[in-house]
């Protein structure tokens, strides 16, 4: 099992930018294909970005593509979200996600259904 902590989250003007962060304990961190997921308000939670165990592979959704970058640490247990040229649409609260993967699997996964565990989510507001 495995427990997910974001942070990072804030009020950032149109254009700006934020990192989040999310911090995993438990089991080996290198073993979970993670994602970021985020929930607008009266939206249903909607798929962001994923990365592989290795973080050799990335995958993002079409509206945040060129603007949100995932990276991960896995000697710190830790996956980042870098966020740029943030919009108010991208007002949400976003929540990081682990799915344990088998050694041979390396990809991304998308599926929201497919994560095992979540974090409590992290507020991003951006304003116009």
């Known amino acids: 099992q495995v427990q997910l902590v974001e942070s990072g989250g804030g009020l950032v003007q149109a254009g700006g930018s934020l990192r989040l962060s999310c911090a995993a304990s438990?089991?080996?961190?290198?073993?979970?294909?993670m994602g970021w997921f985020r929930q607008g308000p009266g939206k249903e939670r909607e798929f962001v970005g994923a990365t592989s165990r290795n973080g050799g592979n990335t995958g993002y959704a079409d509206s945040v593509k060129g603007r949100f970058t995932i990276s991960r640490e896995n000697d710190k247990k830790t996956v980042y979200l870098q966020m740029n040229s943030l919009k108010p649409e991208d007002t949400a609260v976003y929540y990081c996600?682990?799915?344990?993967?088998?050694?041979?699997?390396?990809?991304?996964?998308?599926?929201?259904?497919?994560?095992?565990?979540w974090g409590q989510g992290t507020q991003v507001t951006v304003s116009s």
């Open positions: 438990g089991r080996t961190f290198s073993n979970y294909a």
């Open positions: 996600a682990a799915k344990p993967t088998s050694l041979w699997f390396n990809g991304y996964v998308s599926a929201r259904s497919e994560y095992d565990y």
